[in-house]
């Protein structure tokens, strides 16, 4: 199992700067890729960004160049450096990971931690 606790949300300005951090623990250690969604309400949950266990990035168009992503593998922590933001960025933001074990994929999530944006 492996447990997900994200912090780092809050209320910002429009063009502000937030970072959320995700610290996951339990069995850690076959955990591949890591990855933030968001939802804002009303909506589905949206994929933002994710790093795989070689730290490649993705991103979804709608935060390229504005977030980044990054992970710290001795913390078993990831966070979401996110600038610029913009009241569309308004939403409860989902730390998720992804564990492979015996060719069988897990996936978990925290709790959630709300971003909300002013104009």
């Known amino acids: 199992q492996v447990q997900l606790v994200e912090s780092g949300g809050g209320l910002v300005q429009a063009g502000g700067s937030l970072r959320l951090s995700c610290a996951a623990s339990?069995?850690?250690?076959?955990?591949?890729?890591m990855r933030w969604y968001r939802q804002a309400p009303g909506k589905q949950r949206e994929w933002v960004a994710g790093i795989s266990s070689s730290s490649d990035t993705f991103y979804a168009d709608s935060v390229k160049g504005r977030f980044t992503i990054s992970r710290d593998t001795a913390k078993n922590s990831v966070y979401l450096q996110m600038n610029s933001l913009k009241p569309e960025d308004t939403a409860v933001y989902y730390c998720?990971?992804?564990?492979?074990?015996?060719?069988?994929?897990?996936?978990?999530w925290g709790q959630g931690t709300q971003v909300t944006v002013s104009s």
């Open positions: 339990g069995s850690t250690f076959s955990i591949n890729v």
């Open positions: 998720n990971a992804i564990r492979w074990v015996a060719g069988t994929s897990f996936a978990y």
